[in-house]
């Protein structure tokens, strides 16, 4: 019984080895694979909520520049978040916040040229989106109402259709075009919530068109 058992073992055991020389280079790469993938993806997660916690530490200084009304700061110190963290919430929202203070301290130029960095390197739509309203606004004030629309047009994030609809509708009545300020008017009244006060100026916009809302008499 004991040899029957021992040459059971042996061929089991032999049959092992033939599976292992053929298909063990394989399972091995495999698992390297694998292990590699997991171990990146730990590394990937941790590097990221490092580059969370420095950018943090940088924005945080900004606010203070911010605060105090200072830009040259504010705008060195948004260089630099943006030089060492591009593609973080931290730097995008840095460059909604500097472009804001330029542009009160009457550096528009300046502004412009943060908010043109956000618009084209934000990671996420949204911030391309505001940062292409607002980019739009200071356009619009310098006159320059065909780039101001071209930015509107790029601004296709959800959520943004009222306010965009309603600077188109500033933008084309400025260049003496009533008629598609109208159909931009109705489309940001459409859009704006029946609740939200900023409702009523798009209906005086209307209105000192002389038409009214579609849908009302």
Do not use: C
Not at 68 to 79: L, N, S, V
Not at 95 to 101: E, M, R, V
Not at 199 to 215: C, D, F, Q
């Amino acid at each position: 019984m004991a040899t029957q058992l021992d040459l059971e073992e042996q061929e089991q055991l032999d049959q092992l080895k033939a599976f292992w020389n053929q298909y063990g280079n394989l399972i091995t790469w495999a698992l390297i694979a694998v292990l590699g993938a997991f171990a990146a993806w730990n590394g990937w997660n941790w590097w990221q909520r490092e580059q969370a916690v420095s950018a943090g530490g940088i924005y945080g200084e900004l606010e203070k520049a911010v605060e105090t009304g200072d830009p040259a700061t504010a705008g060195k110190i948004f260089d630099d978040l943006k030089s060492r963290y591009p593609h973080t919430a931290f730097a995008q929202q840095g460059g909604l916040l500097t472009a804001k203070l330029q542009y009160e301290k009457g550096q528009a130029e300046a502004a412009r040229s943060t908010l043109q960095w956000v618009a084209s390197e934000a990671v996420e739509k949204e911030y391309k989106t505001l940062a292409r309203f607002r980019l739009s606004g200071l356009l619009f004030d310098a006159k320059q109402y065909d780039q101001a629309l071209k930015e509107l047009d790029a601004a296709d994030a959800k959520g943004f259709e009222a306010l965009i609809a309603d600077r188109r509708g500033d933008i084309l009545l400025a260049q003496n075009k009533p008629d598609q300020a109208k159909t931009a008017y109705q489309q940001s009244w459409k859009e704006l919530d029946s609740k939200l006060g900023y409702r009523r100026i798009v209906e005086a916009k209307l209105a000192a068109l002389g038409v009214a809302p579609e849908g009302e008499k």
